[in-house]
């Protein structure tokens, strides 16, 4: 027992070395800057490309709207519209749309524009509206959506109704 005593009495004193061994070794150094670099190789491409997406769901938005206002129509018997404003600069209430309107879309920075079925192009200032009919048929014409380089035509065929969305490519 006086082993014990005498351990308890007198530490056992560590080497110099272990205090001067604190700190980071470069294997741990390397991996965690490792990690860092790839979080930011996924991280940075999504951030960049967000008004990209943004514009991809307002394309969406705006043809299933137009698709809604089709089978409303078909299903109803009755003629159904889908009204688009332009975005607005100022706090201006908007146009008000028909009584048959189904919804209406708004743009979130995107310009519109507007081709009639005689190929006459026009800007969206105030509101354009799109009626469908219980028969398949439409008022038709064109959306032109714009968005810096981006550019959208979502087209209405006048007889059947059907919309088709093209991305522009430049």
């Known amino acids: 027992m006086p082993t014990l005593a005498l351990a308890c009495r007198y530490p056992i004193k560590r080497p110099v070395r272990a205090y001067l061994a604190a700190g980071f070794t470069l294997l741990e150094l390397l991996l965690v800057l490792t990690i860092i670099g790839m979080a930011a190789i996924l991280v940075v491409p999504n951030v960049g ?6 514009f991809s769901a307002q394309t969406r938005q705006a043809s299933s709207l137009l698709n809604y206002a ?10 159904s519209t889908a009204s688009f404003y332009p975005a607005s600069d100022d706090d201006q209430e908007p146009a008000l749309p028909q009584r048959s309107s189904v919804g ?3 743009s979130n920075g995107a310009d519109i524009r507007f081709r009639d079925s ?7 200032e105030d509101l354009v509206e799109i009626t469908f009919y ?3 048929g439409s008022t038709g014409g064109t959306l032109l959506l714009a968005l810096g380089a981006q550019q959208v035509s979502i087209n209405i065929d006048p007889f059947t109704g059907r919309v088709e969305t093209e991305y522009v490519e430049e």
């Not at 089709?70 to 109803?76: D, N, Q, S």
């Not at 005689?118 to 969206?124: G, L, M, P, Q």
């Open 49 to 54: 490309n967000l008004e990209a997406r943004s």
């Open 70 to 79: 089709r089978r409303i129509a078909v299903v109803r018997g009755q003629p």
């Open 104 to 106: 209406s879309w708004q």
């Open 134 to 136: 219980p028969e398949g």
């Open 118 to 124: 005689t190929d006459r192009e026009s800007a969206v």
